[in-house]
């Protein structure tokens, strides 16, 4: 197993050996590492930003020996949209999608060496009204299937493209939102997701952490209801399903005003009930309390029943069987920004 780990100061390669766990790094020292993702061909691909030279997108077949693609994603000369960060990669069969911050949606057909804007979604009729929250405004989850794709904009919503990206529609009733006072009209727009995750054989079925508590749609997005049972709080970053078992995780904080695990208590909660209800899941829990967060980002599974999260206390937690145990692995890195796991 390898482990690719993204910080604020760089990104680590943890490569799994006989003797324990080997680091390489730091890669890309200097500049933060913000995604990790693979082209169609198998090509690696990390997200590199820097407040001085923007940001960059590298490709490597052994992991560690990288080099720049050709032009990563950009807005149109003359905008007045910056581009800040790469959030996420998302594969479509020949094609690449990146979500990126300030909020839009880039597409690559060669590999990600060079990427075109999707103006259905960057130029959206509610634009105007778009506004970022706390980690800014930034497209950071995207989900796809039976002809359908959804992103996640922070914090504008869930958007729903049903004609290969062509025109987009907002879909959020039955999220609360921050500003609407109950008895007001309900807007399109402005509601923070955080994270987003789906059923790939039933892709209509989609689990949503938002900042106002964990939701489930069976309707691809046109209607959500809260689900929370056995949580100890709503709000948090974290959501995974497990595709063969169905298993869901997340990790829940305390609150948008203080965002460190409840009581200090740092756990990984399941459901095996597709969110009817939830609670804690393996053993191997610290007992010391662990004022820390996980960003919504810093995680990644596989098939195979691997999971790993960072905080951004820099601490690494792996399992390798569903949850049943988990480990903590060293060393502290820097503030953990984005995982991926390879197998």
């Known amino acids: 197993m390898r ?10 390669l943890l490569d799994e050996s006989r003797s324990g766990w080997q680091v390489e790094g730091p890669l890309f020292p200097g500049w933060k590492v913000t995604a990790f993702g693979q082209a169609p061909d198998g090509t690696h691909l990390a997200a590199v930003g820097s407040n001085w030279f923007g940001v960059g997108v590298h490709h490597s077949e052994n992991l560690v020996d990288w080099k720049p693609a050709d032009s990563p994603p950009a807005w149109p000369e003359g905008s007045d949209r910056k581009m800040e960060q790469i959030w996420t990669f998302h594969g479509s069969g020949d094609r690449l999608y990146a979500g990126v911050a300030q909020a839009g949606l880039f597409t690559s057909a060669d590999g990600g060496m060079t ?4 103006d259905g979604l960057n130029e959206h009729p509610t634009r105007e009204g778009w506004f970022p929250g706390a980690g800014g405004l ?3 989850r995207i989900l796809e299937g039976n002809g359908s794709m959804w992103v996640g904009i922070s914090a504008v919503g869930v958007f729903r493209s049903d004609d290969d990206g062509t025109t987009w529609l907002p879909k959020n009733d039955g999220i609360p939102s921050v500003d609407t006072p109950e008895d007001g009209e309900r807007p399109e727009i402005g509601y923070c997701v955080h994270g987003l995750a789906h059923d790939p054989s039933k892709p209509e079925r989609i689990w949503r952490q938002d900042h106002q508590g964990m939701f489930r749609s069976t309707d691809g997005g046109d209607n959500w209801e809260r689900i929370e049972d056995g949580l100890p709080a709503g709000f948090g970053f974290v959501i995974w399903r497990h595709a063969d078992s169905g298993r869901l995780f997340t990790i829940p904080l305390e609150s948008s005003e203080n965002r460190v695990p409840v009581d200090g208590d740092l756990r990984v909660y399941g459901s095996d009930d597709d969110g009817d209800s939830w609670s804690v899941v393996g053993t191997g829990w610290p007992d010391a309390p662990q004022f820390t967060a996980v960003l919504r980002r810093a995680f990644d599974g596989t098939a195979d029943g691997a999971f790993c999260f960072g905080t951004s206390g820099g601490d690494l937690w792996l399992t390798r069987d569903l949850g049943e145990t988990w480990e903590r692995l060293g060393p502290s890195f820097p503030r953990i920004a984005t995982i991926r796991l390879i197998a």
């Open 115 to 118: 990427w075109d804007p999707v």
């Open 3 to 12: 482990i690719l780990v993204g910080s604020e100061k760089g990104g680590f």
């Open 138 to 140: 930034c497209t950071h």
